[in-house]
């Protein structure tokens, strides 16, 4: 399996600059407008597209049947892609908590001390769930449909996860638990965790999606 | 001699085309070559016997197991298809890097004397590379992690005919092991002329036959002859025929039987090129 990681690594190095590039135009637009947050979360999830873009490396060169006779299972190729994913939203994430939390500070949207670190750490870590709960989503529909249309439906991506988390807070607020600021910081903070639940799922779904598949 | 690949009424459909109950074992030292039109099927065998597509029917065994059932004779498996699967920013370094994090036999310095032998650049991006080089990168890949069996899919297509016998060379050099053997599917009938033990042809998705190249070579013929001679001779004698503008050109199994009752005709050699073209575009004996 750590050659199927190795291959996707070298295959995306190229695309590093360019993404940096983008990055780095982002923290310009975004941290002024969204807050050094909302760009944390838009490093993170651009990053974990690339897993896409992979896909769309290993259709250009027909490696997925060279993967298949490798002494891999199916199943190892489909965790490879999961762990490439957390490796693209952890880059993602660390890059946007560092140039997001510079320009945080230097911009005065935070005083430098232990609470402004504390909740750049939180949203780091949501930043960090949302791109692998969309990335997780991502994966077995590029299985299904292929990388170029998979692209079109990533907005089902963000949508799925959005809408369950819409639900679990609708659910609370009917049944009356009112939703505090700790509490939410304690979501926040699990949220990776619930990200990764969802993950487990999801690669159950790629994996048997990816068991019919002919190559 | 055992079987390392036994292959059983495999069996594959698809709308419009239907690989049918194709059965042929390669036993240890030998090359078999695998020949038939485009869209006989050669892929589709291929694939079927790679696990690679879901097989309809039939079995397919390694050294007597299902790959399926031990995914670690993968190992023994050296695979080259047509084209190069890697991604075109990759280097050999990069390749031999990959493939050596998969497989436990991978041979570095085995690789790297490839990688000169072939005049193969270590650093070089495959986008830079020809398509023979590719070729010639897949085949040092395939090889070094020492397998025991090869399948290559049209895999030397790509090369000219200097490199292409320094690669069968190469191939010839495998199968001095007994326990070694490859699979090879080539439109390049010469190549397998050269060095194949066995040739299947299939044909519209049909196995037409399974045999020897010396049968082949030192039994079957091609007779050129008139409508007269044509008209004479025994079905039973006749694989098939085809209408040239001025001749017959009549497969038979029996070259010698052909020379001594057909005087008046030439009774050449059948080449695999001749055996191929006569079952395909002929007419076939029931």
């Not at chain 1, 750590?2 to 190095?13: A, H």
């Not at chain 1, 590029?142 to 959005?162: C, N, S, T």
């Not at chain 1, 304690?186 to 790629?206: D, E, T």
């Not at chain 2, 002859?225 to 497969?251: I, N, P």
């Amino acid at each position: 399996m750590k050659s199927l990681v190795l291959k996707d690594l070298y295959n995306i190095g190229h695309n590093a600059k360019s993404m940096l590039f983008i990055l780095v135009v982002l923290a310009v637009g975004l941290v002024p407008t969204s807050g050094a947050g909302g760009y944390m979360i838009m490093c993170a999830v651009l990053c974990s597209m690339m897993t896409v873009t992979t896909f769309t490396f290993d259709d250009m060169a027909g490696w997925t049947p060279y993967a298949l006779v490798m002494p891999v299972t199916r199943r190892e190729i489909v965790l490879a892609k999961y762990l490439v994913l957390a490796v693209f939203c952890t880059v993602g994430d660390l890059f946007g908590l560092a140039a997001g939390g510079v320009c945080g500070f230097v911009m005065g949207e935070y005083t430098v001390g232990p609470q402004a670190f504390a909740e750049l750490a939180v949203l780091a870590l949501a930043g960090w769930a949302v791109a692998f709960a969309m990335g997780s989503v991502a994966i077995p529909l590029v299985y299904r449909f292929g990388a170029e249309r998979a692209r079109v439906l990533l907005l089902v991506a963000f949508l799925i996860p959005a809408a369950l988390c819409a639900a679990v807070y609708g659910l609370l607020w009917a049944a009356g638990v009112p939703v505090s600021e700790g509490m939410l910081t304690v979501l926040l903070c699990a949220s990776p965790l619930l990200a990764l639940v969802w993950g487990a799922a999801m690669y159950r779904v790629a994996c048997g999606i990816f068991a019919r598949a002919e190559c | 001699m055992d079987a390392i690949l036994e292959v059983k009424d495999l069996t594959k459909h698809y709308d419009g085309f239907t690989l049918d109950h194709v059965s042929f074992t390669v036993p240890g030292g030998c090359i078999m070559g695998l020949i038939g039109e485009n869209g006989a099927g050669k892929s589709t065998t291929i694939k079927a016997v790679l696990d690679l597509i879901h097989r309809d029917e039939g079995s397919v065994t390694f050294w007597g197991q299902e790959l399926a059932a031990a995914p670690d004779r993968k190992e023994d498996i050296g695979v080259v298809f047509d084209g190069i699967n890697f991604y075109e920013t990759l280097t050999p370094v990069q390749v031999g890097n990959i493939l050596r994090a998969a497989y436990r036999r991978w041979d570095d310095r085995l690789y790297k004397s490839y990688l000169e032998r072939f005049s193969l650049p270590a650093h070089k991006e495959i986008r830079g590379m020809s398509k023979g080089m590719k070729a010639k990168l897949c085949i040092a890949a395939a090889l070094s992690h020492r397998p025991k069996f090869l399948i290559l899919d049209e895999a030397t297509s790509g090369l000219d005919p200097v490199m292409r016998d320094d690669m069968l060379d190469v191939f010839l050099e495998f199968v001095q092991d007994e326990e070694h053997s490859i699979l090879m599917s080539s439109h390049i009938t010469t190549d397998l002329e050269k060095v194949a033990d066995y040739i299947t042809l299939l044909h519209q998705g049909r196995m037409l036959f399974c045999k020897t190249k010396d049968e082949l070579r030192y039994h079957y013929g091609v007779v050129r002859c008139g409508a007269a001679t044509f008209g004479q001779m025994d079905s039973a004698d006749v694989l098939a025929w085809r209408k040239e503008a001025y001749q017959w050109d009549v497969l038979v199994p029996d070259k010698e039987k052909a020379r001594r009752l057909y005087k008046n005709a030439v009774v050449d050699d059948a080449t695999i090129d001749d055996i191929l073209l006569l079952y395909v575009k002929g007419e076939r004996s029931k």
